[in-house]
């Protein structure tokens, strides 16, 4: 069983910077690949970005390459997605997601676990 808890969401304006952190509980963690995922009013929810099991791997959505880094710390348990050059088509509340794989999924029906989400708000 794994808990997730995302923190750091907010207000920022456009071509700003905010980083998302989620903090997982469960002795387990590092057996699963993480992604970040968001959902905006009246939209899919979509994928961001993953990171594999070891931290080694990374892969993003082509929308926010470049600007979005996934990082992760299996001594504290952590998934950060570090977000720059922000636009306002951010706007979302961003999820993260464990699955029990080596290198995460883009599509969401197969992670295992969720985050309650946080709300990213990017004004112009």
């Known amino acids: 069983q794994v808990q997730l808890v995302e923190s750091g969401g907010g207000l920022v304006q456009a071509g700003g910077s905010l980083s998302l952190t989620c903090a997982a509980s469960?002795?387990?963690?590092?057996?699963?690949?993480m992604g970040w995922f968001r959902q905006a009013p009246g939209n899919e929810r979509d994928f961001v970005g993953a990171?594999?099991?070891?931290?080694?791997?990374?892969y993003y959505a082509d929308s926010v390459k470049g600007r979005f880094t996934i990082a992760r710390d299996n001594a504290k348990n952590t998934v950060t997605l570090q977000m720059t050059s922000l636009k306002v088509e951010d706007t979302a509340v961003y999820y993260c997601?464990?699955?029990?794989?080596?290198?995460?999924?883009?599509?969401?029906?197969?992670?295992?676990?969720w985050g309650q989400g946080t709300q990213v708000t990017v004004s112009s």
């Open positions: 469960g002795r387990t963690f590092s057996r699963y690949a």
């Open positions: 990171i594999s099991w070891s931290g080694g791997r990374t």
């Open positions: 997601a464990a699955i029990r794989s080596l290198y995460g999924s883009s599509r969401s029906a197969q992670y295992d676990y």
